[in-house]
């Protein structure tokens, strides 16, 4: 059955020695005695993350995604399908599609039990390049145009250095990123004319780069690039339509646990609180969304301070696990 979901600078000059260097993977020091101003800021910026973390309105109204026009991508487990059931509770209007058809006639069953008025589905390997474009003309055929376009699915392979082929870059590049690109450009006309939203869930591998995970961090980033600049350019053409970038931690979903098992010690997200997190940032247009919240905190060490940031993710890592895969 599906769960509940849950509702919930300036300028830093730096002493020399905690300039950015190239730090070599197999020996990233821990950064134990660090100048007093930069405790400080460490301070300040986790004390103003908690506020907003736990007193920031976002102005939420669950009543604006009754009847929305949504296509979800990448909706038949984790988050993707967590987010199906909120779209569902809330009244949306929904087309999900996933690579695996059996898992989405289920969702789409427990859509309709949850209350949504209308669900269709089609099965679509994002891996295929025809397939993007198809979807979406799927999507505004039987709503008849789209509010939301929330762009979810993902395609992994395990953590390692074999992950580096080039055939499996480009089955990444074409899954992660390519795909993201394609299905956007064909629904911006719909989304324009109806000053709708594009959600894009990213994963934090797109802001802070880590080891063994080569070729998926720089899809991941491309995909921060590329709709940051398309949101400026949207902007300056005086374009309604919101984009809002969401940075999540490790998906609670089989599949993903079994990409980097053994590899990370970082737990997965619950699935219905991160969905619900990208549900909110995405009806109230917001420019981005962190969950677990102390990512923002990773993200802002990552331009900060590189040295405790690398630190800080070795200690995740198990470097033997990943070398030997």
């Not at 070599?24 to 300040?44: D, E, F, I, Y």
């Not at 979406?136 to 709503?143: I, R, S, T």
């Amino acid at each position: 059955a599906p769960s509940p979901g849950f509702t919930p600078f300036s300028c830093l000059s730096l002493p020399s020695s905690w300039v950015y260097r190239p730090v070599p993977a197999t020996s990233v020091p821990c950064p134990s005695a660090g100048p007093q101003r930069t405790m400080k800021v460490l301070l300040l910026t986790g004390l103003g993350a908690l506020f907003f973390a736990y007193y920031w309105d976002d102005n939420f109204d669950p009543a604006s995604l009754q009847g929305a026009r949504v296509l979800l991508t990448g909706a038949s487990a984790g988050v993707g399908e967590e987010l199906a059931y909120h779209y569902a509770r809330l009244g949306s209007h929904l087309v999900l599609t996933a690579h695996t058809e059996a898992l989405l006639q289920k969702v789409v069953g427990n859509c309709r039990k949850l209350g949504a008025p209308k669900v269709f589905y089609i099965a679509a390997d994002m891996a295929s390049p025809e397939a993007p474009e198809s979807v979406v003309q799927f999507a505004l055929d039987k709503l008849g145009g789209l509010d939301y376009l929330v762009l979810n699915h993902i395609g992994g392979v395990p953590a390692g250095t074999r992950a580096r082929t080039p055939q499996a870059t480009r089955w990444l590049m074409q899954v992660n990123f390519l795909s993201y690109v394609q299905l956007t450009s064909r629904a911006l006309p719909s989304l324009t004319d109806s000053k709708g939203s594009l959600v894009v869930v990213s994963s934090l591998l797109g802001r802070v780069p880590t080891s063994f995970s080569t070729p998926y961090s720089a899809a991941k980033f491309a995909l921060d690039s590329f709709f940051g600049s398309l949101r400026r350019e949207l902007d300056v053409q005086d374009v309604n339509v919101a984009i809002t970038m969401c940075v999540l931690g490790l998906r609670d979903r089989a599949s993903a646990a079994e990409a980097v098992r053994g590899v990370t010690r970082v737990k997965a997200a619950p699935g219905p609180k991160a969905a619900l997190a990208v549900i909110r940032g995405g009806a109230t247009r917001a420019a981005g969304v962190f969950y677990p919240w102390r990512f923002h905190l990773l993200c802002l060490l990552r331009r900060w301070l590189p040295r405790p940031r690398a630190w800080f993710i070795r200690q995740d890592l198990n470097v033997t696990a990943a070398a030997a895969a």
